[in-house]
């Protein structure tokens, strides 16, 4: 097995073998391995002690930050007050200055009482309690071994950890699946009881040992689960369960929330009652000895638990997965399920024994949530216009939070200028704050701070001095000047010294222009956008239909494309991309003239890139850098489209970035990732209304798409994207 070790981060600590309800579904004593009943009923002071070491050992090792440990049996309340203390201060004191110590047990709740939950209150373990809803529903299987019923001692403990001095510690209730319990009225009793979280959990089995399907459905316990959902979303989601909260994580793109579903790696061990050292306990349900390492804490560190190749082969992804897997759309939220499930007759490589339950959990949820998770910007230019304004914003915020005062008197008076300027319902300062570079300028400055080298900053102010100029609000602003320049994003660039001269000025709106004050002299800029012998304005290229864009060859932070960017251009230069810009604009408009409108409501500003080609940059909606030979119908339709899937990927998640996700299409030796084939697809199917090869972009702008539909890693926005393009491609294709 190759890749980097994986720490443990959660230990599983068996302190009591026994236990004193007799589950006909507990997979300790029911199922494959019976290796309990060779194991001492208690753990030994020995074995904690040496638990506790190793732990100590492995978290310095990795310099872990926490580590999580779940008290565990059996029942292992059985253990009592005075052993459980004994493990608590013991595992306490190893970790004390090395990781923070997260304890948990995880009970029948039987024996819970005060003198136990005072202890745990000490150590701050919290404590989850497994229920199976109402009392029928928990009665099929939690009964004590003379058939009782177990169902009013577990709500006498509920209800006592449900006490103020003790509800910090309440983790949550576990209920195992059974079909035939009726879902909402399982749900409904434990969402009576008001816990902090539910786990629902699939019952164990193998493909030797199916799961009872007594309605003979292959999809009984999707349809089950599916069931809860519905009620739990109708009432509003009011309590967490994870397992519901996974699904909808990796769908968005996010990681999975539970062992039992989804492609992260294990970092799970198990220390049994006489110090051994295992795999993860539900693998009993597969064979005896399943979980065996051969490792015991008194003569192995947790190190080589973690290079033994069962543990490795749970920590691979996607490639730890069945072929039939790595091939599904759901494989990513799914993971193939849970490692013992996929046992049949010796192996684990295979799908799991609940995949058709799986798959069908999955798109149940995706179809039920679709709409309201899908991003809005997917199909509505004005919802992506108004996340990327929001973007920066938010930007701006999260800078000055990180400065924390270190940007000076400057940064602070710009600020709450800045406050006063954007109170005023022209929307002067969106309409200035929203310029591409000023997303540039923002990420810049939060590198900056994150290196703790950013110095006092006078770029708001210029943001603040061009609103107020913009909307005629008559404030003095005091913007900095650099090498001789004032630079007023959207407006332009002012003479004010000889190159290299830095200094200070203060800008003032003035009837239809402003007035710029230094020590000594003052200017009047009258008409902002006529140029002068000192005033460079931001020129505009819209002629012949064209529409109207900015021609930015001036910002600082325009050279964010990363190639050269020209400098000023001449009058000639620029005459000459009005014209260019023009003439393809024209040819566009008669030949796709729903791009050309697409494009037109797109673009904003355009920078001279010194080499030619297109790019997109690190900058916000609108922009494009692009050299005059590319003004053509392709390369305008080719760059807006880059543009607007750069801009949807800034404030929305298309796809998971987790695992080496690779497709084949036939016009490509070498597999493709999900985002290139999304950019393949998001520009094809525009190529593919004004293209000089239409019929082979067609087809391979299909092949993308066509693999994309099986694309595990796709979030449920990026499907929606999918889906539109494929409206967009079929549009085409009727051309």
């Known amino acids: 097995m190759t890749g980097p070790l994986v720490p443990f981060r959660e230990i599983v600590l068996k302190v009591h073998s026994r236990c004193d309800l007799a589950c006909d579904h507990c997979y300790i004593y029911e199922h494959a391995d019976q290796s309990w009943r060779t194991r001492p009923k208690a753990i030994s002071d020995e074995a904690i002690h040496w638990t506790a070491l190793r732990l100590a050992e492995h978290a310095r090792t990795h310099a872990l930050p926490s580590v999580s440990v779940i008290l565990h049996g059996g029942e292992p309340l059985l253990a009592g007050p005075a052993r459980l203390r004994r493990i608590c201060e013991e595992l306490t004191a190893a970790l004390t200055g090395i990781a923070e110590l997260d304890l948990r047990i995880h009970t029948n709740g039987l024996q819970l009482s005060p003198r136990y939950l005072d202890l745990f209150a000490e150590f701050n373990v919290r404590v989850g309690i497994s229920l199976d809803g109402d009392r029928e529903s928990n009665d099929r299987h939690r009964r004590f071994a003379d058939g009782r ?25 576990l209920c195992t699946i059974d079909v035939q319990n009726d879902p909402v009225a399982v749900y409904d009793a434990l969402t009576a009881l008001g ?3 539910i786990d629902f959990l699939l019952p164990h089995a193998t493909w030797d040992a199916p799961p009872p399907r007594p309605s003979g459905s292959p999809t009984a316990y999707a349809d089950w689960i599916l069931r809860v959902f519905d009620r739990w979303d109708s009432r509003g989601r009011q309590v967490p369960v994870r397992l519901f909260e996974s699904v909808l994580s990796t769908l968005s793109g996010g990681p999975s929330l539970t062992e039992s579903l989804g492609l992260a790696p294990t970092d799970l061990v198990v220390v049994e009652t006489d110090g051994t050292l295992e795999q993860v306990d539900s693998l009993k349900s597969a064979y005896e000895g399943a979980a065996f390492t051969g490792f015991d804490v008194f003569t192995h560190a947790f190190d080589e638990v973690a290079a033994h190749p069962g543990v490795r ?15 599904c759309p759901v494989v990513r939220s799914c993971g193939g399920g849970l490692y013992t499930h996929r046992y049949r007759a010796g192996s684990f490589g295979n799908e799991s024994v609940y995949c058709a339950d799986l798959e069908a959990l999955v798109h149940g949820i995706e179809r039920r949530t679709a709409a309201a998770t899908t991003s809005p910007a997917i199909a509505d230019p004005a919802e992506l216009s108004a996340a990327q304004l929001s973007l920066t914003r938010t930007l701006l915020a999260t800078l000055h939070a990180e400065l924390g005062g270190r940007g000076g008197e400057r940064w602070a008076e710009a600020w709450e200028l800045a406050g006063l300027v954007d109170q005023r319902p022209d929307g002067m300062f969106d309409l200035v704050i929203g310029h591409p570079y000023a997303r540039s300028w923002l990420f810049s400055s939060l590198e900056a701070v994150q290196r703790e080298c950013f110095g006092p900053s006078g770029r708001l102010a210029s943001y603040v001095a061009a609103a107020a100029v913009r909307g005629g609000q008559d404030i003095p602003v005091t913007v900095d000047y650099h090498d001789g320049l004032l630079h007023l994003p959207t407006l332009g660039a002012l003479r004010l010294a000889a190159p290299g001269a830095n200094g200070r000025a203060e800008v003032r709106s003035a009837e239809k222009g402003f007035l710029v004050r230094t020590a000594g002299t003052e200017r009047r800029v009258a008409r902002p956008d006529e140029t002068t012998a000192d005033w460079q304005p931001v020129r505009r290229l819209g002629c012949d239909g064209a529409p109207d864009l900015a021609l930015d060859d001036l910002d600082p932070h325009r050279d964010c494309f990363g190639t050269p960017v020209a400098g000023r251009l001449g009058l000639a230069e620029a005459a000459d991309w009005s014209r260019r810009l023009a003439g393809a604009w024209a040819a566009l408009r008669r030949a796709a003239p729903r791009r050309a409108t697409e494009a037109a409501d797109w673009l904003t500003t355009v920078t001279p890139l010194v080499t030619g080609g297109t790019r997109v940059g690190r900058h916000g909606q609108g922009a494009l850098g692009i050299g005059a ?12 489209r880059q543009a607007k899937l750069r801009a949807l990927l800034d404030v929305t998640d298309l796809y998971a970035q987790d695992g080496a996700w690779l497709h084949r299409v036939p016009w490509q030796q070498q597999p493709l990732a999900a985002s290139r084939l999304l950019a393949v697809a998001h520009e094809g199917v525009a190529l593919a209304a004004y293209g ?7 087809v391979q702008t299909r092949q993308a798409l066509e ?24 549009e085409a294709a009727r051309d």
Do not use: I, M, N
Request: charged share 25%; glycine share 10%.
């Open 149 to 173: 019923s177990s169902h009013p001692l577990v709500l006498r403990a509920v209800e006592l950890l449900r006490q103020e001095q003790y509800a910090h510690l309440d983790l949550g209730l």
């Open 195 to 197: 816990p902090p979280r």
């Open 313 to 327: 082969a749970r920590q691979l992804g996607l490639e730890g997965v069945s072929a039939k897997c790595r091939q």
């Open 629 to 640: 030979q590319h003004l053509t119908p392709e390369g305008l339709l080719s760059a807006v």
């Open 692 to 698: 000089r090869d239409r019929a082979r972009t067609l």
């Open 707 to 730: 693999a994309l539909e099986g694309a595990a890693e796709l979030t449920v926005s990026g499907r929606g994207l999918v889906a539109a393009l494929w409206g967009e491609w079929e």
